[in-house]
C-alpha cells in the first residue's frame, strides 16, 4: 500500500510573540555588541499593589526569571541592578514622581548603567504626552545605552532605534488609553451609575453579592457581622452624647480586631482599613467621624455628583442617622467657636502611656491633657493634666544644652538633608517636565491660532489639538501641585545655621523652624504623674539616648473626690484616724485637702489647719519623692515646698531605679499605638 503523504507543517509566522520572545528583534545593520562588561538595570512595575499581591506570575517573572534571560545575553549576576521601587506605582507617572525610574534615569546620565532590561516599554512609560519618554531617551541615546526587551532591542544610540522606542512607547500609552479610558472605564461608570459596584473602597458593612442567579447581583449586601459593628458605632455615639473622643478611646482600648475579615478576597483587598489577625482595625479619629457620615448606611450609592436612593439595603434607620448627625453638627458648632492657638514645640512628641489614653496639647489653656477610657461605662473618664509651658522650658532646655555640648550635632540632620536634596532633584526632574509640555502647549496653540496652518486642519484635527491642550494643562497643573508641597527635609546649611542660632538664642528662631530641626533629633517624650506635685519625664533622642528627671510643680493635681472616697473619709473618721492613717488611707491627697473634705462632710476640723507646716500640702506619695530629692540634692523638704515656681530636677542628680517609668521606655520606647490624636 502506497504510504500517504503528511502534511507539511505550517511555518510559525516569524512576528509571533513565541519567537521574538525568545529572540527580540535587531534592526540595525550589523548585529553590535552588548555591553556585558558593564552594569545592566532590571527594572520592573506593576501598576496597583493588588496585583502586586495577587498576580504573583507577573512579579516572579519581573524579578526572577528575566535574571535568568540577562545572564544568558552574557551578563554576570554581580553586574545586574534591580530597580523595583515603583511596583504597585502607575506607569503615567513620569520622572521626579516614580523612585525606580528617577533613579535609573540618573544613573544612567552618570554613566553607571549601559543597558536596561524591562520586559515592555509599557513598564518604563505610559506617557500621554512623551514628555518624560523623550527626555529618557536622549539620556540614554547621550550614554549609548541599549535598552532590551522581551520583543526588542533598541540602540539608543541609533537614530532608527531611537525613533522606534518613542514610538512604541506612543502606541503603549494608546493601547492603555484605548483599553482603560475609552472601553473599561466608560463601561464602569455606566454599570456605577446603575448601582453596581465599580470597584470602589469597599464600604466596611457590605460585601458585593457574587451570584449571578441574585436579583443583587453584583450589588452591595449587608455583611451581618460587619453591620453590627457599625450599628454599634452610631448606638454608641448617640449614648456618648455625641463625645467623638471618648468612642475613639473606647475603640483604642478594645484589643484585637474591630470588624471580621471578609471571605471575598476581592472585598478583603478592597479594604483600606488597618489589617490585623482575624478582621480590620480602625486606625484614627478621622476614619471613625467619616463612618459616622458615609450615606451608603442609609441606603445611599453615591456615584460622581449623582446619588440614587435605595439601591441597597440600609444598616442604619434614619431616626438614628438623624439623631448622629445633629450630634455631629453641635460639635462643630461647638469646635468653631473655642481659641485655637499656636501649635506647640513638642505637637506630636508626647508618647501615649498606654493604648487606652489620648493625648491633647492645648496652647490656649497651656495644658498637656492626658485622658483615659473608664474600664466600665459606668466609671468616669479619668484625666490628668500638667503645665504645657513647662514642659516645654524643660524640653528646650535640655535639647539646647545636647546641641551646645555636641559639636557635632549636625551629623544626624545629615538623612533629613538627604531628604530635601532627594526632593529637590524630583522637583527639578518635575520642572523639566512642565518646561517640556508648556513648550508642547505653545506650539500647539500658535497653530491652532495661525490662521493659515488652522484652514489646512480638518474639524476633527481641531478638536484633537483642543483636547491635547487641556490634557497638557491638567498635567502641568498636577505637576506644579507636586512642586509647591512642602519639604520634608532640611537643607544641611540651613540645618547647621539653625542649630547655630539655637546655641545663641532659641527664642529669635521661627517656631516652625525650630519645631522642624526638633523632630529630627527626638524619639519621643514621656510624662508620667509620680503624684500630685511631682511628675517624671524621659525625653528618648536620636542620637544622645535618654534624659530623665522629675518636674516639681508649685500647684498640686487636683484630688477627685466621689461618693466612694467620701465614705471611706467618713469611716477613717468615725474610727477616730490619726494624721498618718489618714494619709495612708489617701496616699495622693494632702492633710489640707483632707481637712476641707473633712468639715464639708462632718462640719468639724479632725485635722487641724497647719498651712504653715510644709507637709501640711503634700501627700504621702509627694512626701516620698521629696525625700528621693532630699537625698540626691540636699535640698530639705521645706526649701522644696516652699518653692513659688515649677522646678526641673534632671537625672544627673537622682538615680534611675528611682523615677518609675513604664516598662516599654525602660527597654527603648516602643510608641507605636493603635490611636495617635494629638
Not at 552574557?74 to 523595583?84: A, D, P, Q, T
Not at 528617577?102 to 544612567?108: M, P, R
Not at 539608543?156 to 479610558?181: G, P, V
Not at 528611682?658 to 490624636?677: F, L, R, W, Y
Request: proline letters at 3%; one cysteine or more.
Amino acid at each position: 500500500m502506497k504510504e500517504m503523504n503528511k502534511p507539511k507543517r505550517k511555518k510559525v509566522n516569524q512576528g509571533n510573540i513565541f519567537v521574538t520572545m525568545a529572540k527580540p528583534k535587531i534592526h540595525t545593520m550589523e548585529m553590535p555588541t552588548l555591553p556585558t562588561d558593564e552594569h545592566i538595570a532590571l527594572y520592573g512595575r506593576q501598576s496597583t499593589l493588588f496585583q502586586v499581591l495577587n498576580n504573583t506570575q507577573s512579579y516572579d517573572f519581573q524579578v526572577e526569571q528575566q535574571k535568568t534571560i540577562i545572564i544568558k545575553y552574557g551578563w554576570n549576576e554581580e553586574l545586574i541592578v534591580e530597580y523595583f521601587q515603583d511596583f504597585a506605582v502607575s506607569g503615567t507617572l513620569g520622572l521626579g514622581e516614580r523612585v525606580g525610574i528617577t533613579k535609573l534615569t540618573e544613573d544612567i546620565a552618570e554613566g553607571k548603567i549601559k543597558a536596561v532590561y524591562v520586559f515592555l516599554v509599557d513598564r518604563l512609560f505610559r506617557d500621554r504626552n512623551l514628555e518624560n519618554v523623550i527626555r529618557f531617551a536622549n539620556i540614554c541615546q547621550e550614554n549609548n545605552v541599549v535598552i532590551i526587551t522581551s520583543v526588542r532591542m533598541y540602540y539608543m544610540n541609533n537614530r532608527y532605534d531611537w525613533e522606534y522606542f518613542i514610538e512604541d512607547c506612543k502606541r503603549a500609552w494608546e493601547q492603555f488609553d484605548l483599553q482603560i479610558n475609552q472601553r473599561m472605564l466608560p463601561m464602569r461608570v455606566n454599570a456605577s451609575h446603575k448601582g453596581y459596584y465599580d470597584s470602589r473602597v469597599s464600604d466596611i458593612g457590605y460585601t458585593v453579592d457574587r451570584d449571578k442567579q441574585s436579583p443583587t447581583f453584583k450589588k452591595y449586601i449587608v455583611h451581618e457581622e460587619q453591620a453590627k459593628v457599625i450599628k454599634w458605632l452610631y448606638n454608641r455615639f448617640i449614648e456618648l452624647g455625641g463625645d467623638l473622643p471618648a468612642l475613639v478611646r473606647e475603640l483604642s482600648a478594645k484589643p484585637g480586631y474591630h470588624f471580621p475579615k471578609y471571605e471575598d478576597p476581592k472585598m478583603h483587598n478592597k479594604c483600606y482599613l488597618m489589617k490585623v489577625e482575624g478582621g480590620y482595625r480602625i486606625g484614627s479619629y478621622q476614619t471613625v467621624k467619616r463612618f459616622l457620615t458615609d450615606e451608603t448606611y442609609i441606603d445611599i450609592w453615591k456615584t460622581g455628583d449623582a446619588c440614587y436612593e435605595n439601591n441597597h439595603e440600609a444598616i442604619i434607620d434614619k431616626y438614628t442617622w438623624d439623631t448622629v448627625q445633629y450630634l455631629l453638627e453641635k460639635r462643630a458648632e461647638n469646635a468653631s467657636t473655642r481659641r485655637h492657638g499656636e501649635v506647640s514645640i513638642i505637637q506630636g512628641l508626647v508618647i501615649r502611656p498606654s493604648e487606652d489614653c489620648i493625648v491633647s496639647l492645648d496652647t490656649v489653656s497651656n495644658s498637656i491633657c492626658f485622658s483615659y477610657t473608664p474600664p466600665t461605662e459606668l466609671c468616669p473618664t479619668k484625666y490628668q493634666y500638667i503645665k504645657l509651658s513647662t514642659v516645654e522650658d524643660l524640653f528646650i532646655e535640655i535639647f539646647t544644652k545636647r546641641v551646645q555640648e555636641d559639636e557635632n550635632a549636625s551629623g544626624i540632620g545629615q538623612s533629613a538633608s538627604e531628604l530635601y536634596e532627594r526632593e529637590q532633584k524630583n522637583k527639578a526632574h518635575l520642572q523639566k517636565t512642565i518646561a517640556g509640555l508648556q513648550t508642547k502647549y505653545d506650539n500647539i496653540y500658535a497653530d491652532l491660532n495661525d490662521t493659515e496652518i488652522s484652514a489646512r486642519m480638518t474639524k476633527q484635527t481641531k478638536l484633537k489639538k483642543y483636547e491635547d491642550l487641556a490634557a497638557i494643562e491638567a498635567e502641568i497643573a498636577e505637576l506644579q501641585k507636586q512642586i509647591s508641597k512642602p519639604s520634608e527635609g532640611i537643607p544641611i546649611v540651613k540645618l547647621n545655621e539653625t542649630l547655630e542660632a539655637l546655641r545663641q538664642n532659641y527664642k529669635k528662631l521661627p517656631k516652625d523652624r525650630l519645631r522642624q530641626v526638633i523632630n529630627i533629633f527626638t524619639k519621643g517624650i514621656e510624662l508620667k504623674e509620680l503624684s500630685s506635685h511631682f511628675w517624671g519625664f524621659a525625653i528618648h533622642w536620636e542620637i544622645w539616648g535618654i534624659d530623665k528627671g522629675i518636674i516639681w510643680f508649685k500647684n498640686s493635681s487636683r484630688y477627685d473626690w466621689d461618693d466612694e472616697a467620701d465614705n471611706e473619709l467618713k469611716r477613717q473618721y468615725e474610727a477616730g484616724a490619726t494624721e498618718q492613717e489618714y494619709m495612708q488611707a489617701f496616699p495622693d491627697c494632702s492633710l489640707s485637702s483632707l481637712s476641707t473634705r473633712l468639715w464639708r462632710i462632718v462640719k468639724e476640723w479632725p485635722i487641724p489647719q497647719q498651712n504653715h507646716k510644709p507637709h501640711f500640702k503634700l501627700s504621702l506619695n509627694d512626701m516620698q519623692h521629696a525625700k528621693i530629692l532630699e537625698d540626691a540634692t540636699g535640698l530639705s523638704l521645706k526649701e522644696i515646698a516652699d518653692k513659688k515656681a515649677d522646678k526641673v530636677f534632671f537625672m544627673e542628680h537622682i538615680d534611675a531605679a528611682n523615677i518609675p517609668m513604664c516598662d516599654e521606655c525602660k527597654a527603648g520606647c516602643d510608641t507605636s499605638v493603635p490611636i495617635a490624636v494629638q
